[in-house]
C-alpha cells in the first residue's frame, strides 16, 4: 500500500513560498473518513493555528457531511486538532515567532489507512512574487512548446 492523495491546495503554493513541509496525523471521526474517502474536501481556505496550550489545530477546513450518514453526522467546519509531536511543534512555534511565517496546509492523503495532512511553514508573496513567478512558469512553457515542435 502506498500514498493515494485526495487534495492538494493548489492556492497555498500561489499566495506562498513554502519552506519547511511536515506531515501531520488529524483527529477525525467515522463520517469524515467516509466522506474523504470519496474524495470530498476543500482546504482552500484552511489554515493552522497553535493555541496557548501548545496543540495545533485545523480551522476552515470543510469535509461535506456524509450523505448515507444519520443524525450522528459531523459538522462541516470544526476546528480539528493536528497529532505532531513535541520536538515539531516547539520548531514550528519557534518559526512563527522568529520569522514572519504562515502555516497552511498543502495536501490531505491517505498512506496505508492513516488520514495525513501535509502542513508548510510558508512567507506570504507579494503581487509582484506572483506576476514575476508566473511569468517565469509561461516562458518554461513556450520553451517546451518550441522544442517539442
Known sequence: M???????????YFNYFIEEKFEAGIQLVGTEIKSLRLGKVSMTEAYINV??????????MKIPQYEFGNINNHKEDRKRKLLLNNKE????????????VSI??????????????????GKGKKLYDKREVEAKKDAERKLQRKIYD
Not at 511543534?89 to 514572519?100: C, F, G, N, P, Y
Not at 497552511?104 to 511553514?121: C, R
Open 2 to 12: 502506498g500514498v493515494k492523495i485526495i487534495a492538494k491546495n493548489k492556492k497555498a
Open 89 to 100: 511543534i516547539k520548531h514550528i512555534t519557534h518559526q512563527l515567532s522568529a520569522q514572519r
Open 51 to 60: 493555541d496557548e496550550h501548545g496543540e495545533v489545530w485545523v480551522l476552515n
Open 104 to 121: 497552511v496546509p498543502t495536501a490531505i492523503y491517505f498512506k496505508e489507512s492513516l488520514v495525513k495532512l501535509e502542513i508548510g511553514l
